[in-house]
């Protein structure tokens, strides 16, 4: 049997720059605390844990004085740093440069004014961390879309401005162009930037094929991660023997039944060493 790691699954730029962050810190034997989990994957989450590094949330963040934080690579809104000045939080910045310059594009955006006619638009999901940091840039006041068939909730009547959060689909986003476009009044302005990562979005054709060219998909990838999700559902809808699993130990072998080769493949937020893992399961199971 054909085992093939896709050598374009793992972490993308900005996880890696977060967690090599993390393991700098933590090297040096500094206390190292983490707002939110650094990386959609508990099995990565587990390992750092383990070198020390310690997960807390917004509300915890509140409480601490004096201390070392990490902020993940999808980024924060202004009140968190605010919030570090006001009691003493050394902040080790870790936010993906493309995330940051998102948040500065659309923090520009909204402080050139005009808001009581402007309707700045995040295609994006609602409480991703992300996308909470880009509405942060707003005081709160851009309107998130999820979906194209959420674009119905816009006034086409007031000037659009529109952009994405950096991991959504290029090809929902171009849905909602040509919708609003198609929509918007002809006494108001639409101006859109095609704000998706590339090095995520290019991903899509390239797993397609991947998962083509083998019997059987195993997709790698931890249960709260978007990105996974959407890469996921796109090896399902040209390989309908594609199967998801959070570990080695998730495999059912039977899936493996009349199959001659095994692609593994996994999100943007899936380790590397995971899908090795589950290479090696795979190969010990089937040794003869």
């Known amino acids: 049997m054909k085992i093939e790691i896709d050598q374009g699954s793992g972490f993308c730029f900005g996880v890696t720059r977060a967690i090599n962050k993390a393991e700098e810190e933590l090297a040096r034997g500094a206390t190292l605390y983490c707002l939110g989990d650094i990386v959609h994957n508990g099995k990565e989450c587990d390992r750092l844990k383990k070198l020390g590094l310690i997960t807390i949330d917004h509300a915890t963040f509140s409480t601490l004085h004096h201390a070392k934080v990490l902020l993940r690579a999808h980024g924060e809104p202004p009140a968190t740093y605010g919030q570090a000045e006001t009691n003493g939080i050394e902040i080790i910045d870790a936010t993906c440069p493309v995330v940051l310059h998102l948040q500065e594009r659309i923090k520009k955006e909204y402080q050139a004014g005009g808001t009581e006619s402007k309707q700045i638009v995040i295609y994006g999901k609602n409480g991703h961390a992300e996308v909470l940091g880009l509405v942060g840039q707003t005081d709160g006041k851009a309107i998130v879309i999820e979906s194209p068939e959420e674009v119905d909730k816009l006034d086409f009547n007031r000037d659009i401005c529109l952009y994405s959060q950096t991991t959504k689909p290029l090809e929902g986003f171009r849905k909602i162009v040509e919708y ?109």
């Open 180 to 288: 609003i476009g198609a929509h918007i009044s002809p006494t108001a302005t639409f101006r859109y930037y095609d704000t998706i990562c590339r090095q995520v979005a290019n991903r899509m054709p390239h797993i397609r094929d991947f998962a083509t060219r083998h019997d059987v998909i195993l997709f790698v990838c931890g249960k709260k991660s978007s990105n996974g999700k959407v890469l996921y559902d796109e090896c399902r809808s040209v390989n309908p023997r594609s199967y998801l699993v959070d570990a080695a130990s998730e495999i059912d072998f039977v899936w493996l039944e009349d199959c001659r080769s095994v692609g593994i493949c996994g999100a943007t937020s899936t380790p590397k060493w995971l899908m090795e893992e589950c290479a090696e399961a795979i190969r010990k199971r089937m040794q003869p």
